[in-house]
């Protein structure tokens, strides 16, 4: 079983920036296995992807709504990834998820994740 936690979500105002982390834990866990995804669900909407990083760590995706202002890194001594969010938007706002994929490329598919967090709750105010 693996865990997952997400923190750094907050208020900020348009052009501001966050960086969100992802603290991953399991018994036998090695997140250097894991391919991690970033999602976000804002009210009344589907979860969309935002980004992800590959198992390897050598590859990174994003969605075009955020391409250029955020970025994806991961420290694997520390189990953790980040999402650093540069000029932000009021568009951004939404509850940001992330999310596991064992050996995964770092697919925009939610179906191919096997683990989530509870999410962490990011406000853009204009």
């Known amino acids: 079983q693996v865990h997952l936690v997400e923190s750094g979500g907050g208020s900020v105002q348009a052009g501001g920036s966050l960086r969100l982390s992802c603290a991953a834990s399991?018994?036998?866990?090695?997140?250097?296995?894991?391919?991690l995804g970033w999602f976000r669900q804002a009210p009344g909407k589907e979860r969309e992807f935002v980004g992800a990083?590959?198992?390897?760590?050598?590859?990174?995706y994003y969605a075009d709504s955020v391409k250029g202002r955020f970025t994806i890194s991961r420290d694997n001594a520390k189990n953790t990834v980040y999402l650093q969010m540069n000029s932000l938007k009021p568009e951004d706002t939404a509850v940001y998820y992330c999310?596991?994929?064992?050996w995964g490329t770092g697919t925009g598919s939610l179906n191919a994740y096997d683990y989530w967090g509870q999410g962490t709750q990011v406000t853009v105010s204009s």
């Open positions: 990083i590959s198992w390897g760590g050598g590859s990174t």
């Open positions: 399991g018994r036998t866990f090695s997140l250097s296995h894991y391919a």
């Open positions: 999310a596991a994929d064992l």
